[in-house]
């Protein structure tokens, strides 16, 4: 089944259309995960990258039942070295363990050879001479446009052979997005229609049952007159939404995402769903050692958030 179709029945079935971004830092975790792991492999990476690893499986199993997908961003294990792409491949295999779709966020790119051994290593398989085997085998990947289609073919390619997933930046959450993204071509478009134009084309070989396509796109949930006008064009493609909770996007924003029929896009949040029993929200009423169930009560309170401006 095209990846796109998978997602979007899990959407349906938990009536949920939010992915749990798994960004952790080892400053943010709960003292006692981080002195057990500091207890037995000391204050090295490989104890980050264990506390780190322990601290998502409790996450994971806080929303499982909940969430249709999670997103790991990978910054976050890579600055542990070896032992965080350790406690990645891990989370990835947990959560994929307990029915989860896993969105690899990377942003990767490149061209050629290059392009072909990044969607290899996350989409497709590594051959090893008369062999194959797949390296981190995750669901999708956010990749970067920037190159054109000699950097986003390969990727396309083993989505349709994988049944793979991608999201293509288009109009990112950040302040700066619009030094490059919001610049006005002769057209008289900008830059990210342009981009929202051809990830259309890119994606019309992969359209599944619902009439999405597995290409999707990026556009941020702290632009949301910038996605009234992404969702026209953006007719066939799944948008991926960053920005909520933390970062100061709000339902009323994800919503310009979305199309009529509630399907269209799926809204991440990660701080304020990992660190939710540091917030004023949830910390009076979850301690530091029940952090999973605040966890919980966020992921839930923010379907019920997106879901009543859907509605």
Known sequence: MMFIDVLIKKIKEKNNPSVVGLDPKIEYIPSFIKEEAFKKQGKTLKG????????????????????????????????YGLEGLKAFYETCRYAK??????????????????AESYSAAFLGKTKIEDTEEAAFDVDALTVNPYLGID????????????????FILVKTSNKSSGQFQDIIT???????EIVAQHIEEW?????????YSSVGAVVGATYPNQAKILRKILKSAYILVPGYGAQGGTAKDVASSFN????????????????????ERWKEKYTEEKFY??????????KEDINGVLS
């Open 48 to 79: 980050a990258a264990n506390a780190i690893f322990t601290f998502n499986k409790y996450i994971i199993d806080a929303v499982y039942d909940i969430v249709p997908a999670v997103k790991p961003q990978l910054a976050y294990y890579e600055m």
């Open 97 to 114: 363990e307990k029915g989860l779709l896993v969105i690899a966020d990377g942003k990767r790119n490149d061209i050629g050879s290059t």
């Open 151 to 166: 950097g986003i073919k390969p990727f396309i390619e083993d989505c349709d052979k994988y049944n793979k997933g991608i």
């Open 186 to 192: 002769e057209t008289g478009k900008s830059m990210y």
């Open 203 to 211: 994606g019309r070989d992969l359209k599944g049952e619902y009439g």
């Open 260 to 279: 009529p029929d509630g399907l269209g896009a799926i809204v991440n949040a990660s701080r304020s769903i990992m660190y939710a029993y540091k917030s």
């Open 293 to 302: 169930e605040a966890s919980r009560a966020e992921a839930l309170r923010m």
